[in-house]
């Protein structure tokens, strides 16, 4: 069976005033892991396709092969998610200075992303509702995350992230990585002990799995991006209870997990009936 590069999921989208039930179109990633000669090297969270290119091009910005003619067989499990290459060029010393490690889809290789969900640091979001926003909050929120960074203007290159209230930017940063500006948005939280869970992350960059799980660690249950979500974001959304929102442009933007707390939305059931009723069709 060949790896899906996207799936569709029902959206509540929001354009000039209106709110419509759609299907969209969601890309996929998923965790693949490469294993050299029988043992497993690493995990890398990618989208499923060219997983051949991937491997090959992998191990050779590793070091671990020189040119694609040092591999003796490469083969995929796909429904499995694995990657087996068998190398003459893996040996003793190779294996003593690497340990198996994941690497994300972020930017910079190394991070434990997909894992993050089995930590028990990664608390499902309590029931009930600590904060709400309304349609207008969220693009007034966004407007002034994107106005405010000054580097962005400057140079084009970095994203930015932000803790918001419903009224205005609590804190921001930015960073080439998307990872990394997160990270310098939770290490000022923890050493400040700031109160989280009524708060809400902003963010310029795409919902993958990893920054979902990210933003579910430092504690929000709302993440705001002017990108999109991958599928198992979306998944990971809803085991946790949180509200993710994208393709936040202008005045429109599609909210795919916890609509509830989306002031202008309808009542949950009825919000639940309709896409449902989507995924039927």
Not at 207 to 219: V, Y
Request: aromatic share 6%; with cysteine; glycine share 8%.
């Amino acid at each position: 069976m060949k790896l899906q590069t996207e799936c569709q999921e029902p959206v509540i989208r929001y354009r000039q005033g209106s709110i419509t039930y759609e299907q969209d179109s969601i890309v996929t990633e998923r965790p693949v892991t490469l294993v050299i000669n029988g043992e497993e090297f690493v995990t890398l969270v990618c989208t499923p396709e060219y997983l051949e290119d991937l491997a090959v091009g992998f191990l050779a910005s590793e070091g671990i092969i020189r040119e694609a003619g040092d591999i003796r067989d490469l083969w995929i499990q796909e429904d499995e998610g694995y990657i087996h290459v068998s190398t003459d060029r893996w040996n003793d010393l190779q294996r003593s200075l690497y340990a198996k490690r994941y690497s994300t889809s972020c930017c910079g290789g190394g991070r434990l992303g997909y894992v993050y969900v089995n930590d028990a640091r990664t608390a499902k979001i309590k029931d009930g509702i600590h904060v709400s926003l309304s349609f207008a909050d969220i693009f007034r929120l966004m407007d002034k995350m994107q106005d405010g960074s000054e580097l962005f203007h400057r140079t084009g290159g970095v994203h930015s992230a932000a803790v918001c209230d419903s009224r205005d930017i609590v804190l921001a940063r930015c960073d080439i990585g998307r990872h990394n500006a997160l990270d310098k948005i939770y290490g000022h939280c923890l050493r400040r002990q700031m109160v989280l869970s009524d708060k809400i992350i902003a963010f310029t960059g795409r919902i993958s799995s990893e920054i979902l799980l990210k933003a579910a660690k430092i504690g929000c249950e709302i993440i705001l991006s002017k990108s999109a979500p991958t599928a198992l974001a979306l998944e990971l959304a809803r085991q946790l209870n949180m509200t993710t929102v994208g393709f936040i442009r202008q005045d429109s933007c599609n909210v795919y997990t916890g609509a509830e707390r989306i002031t202008d939305c309808e009542p949950a059931q009825v919000m639940t009936a309709r896409l449902n009723n989507l995924l039927k069709e």
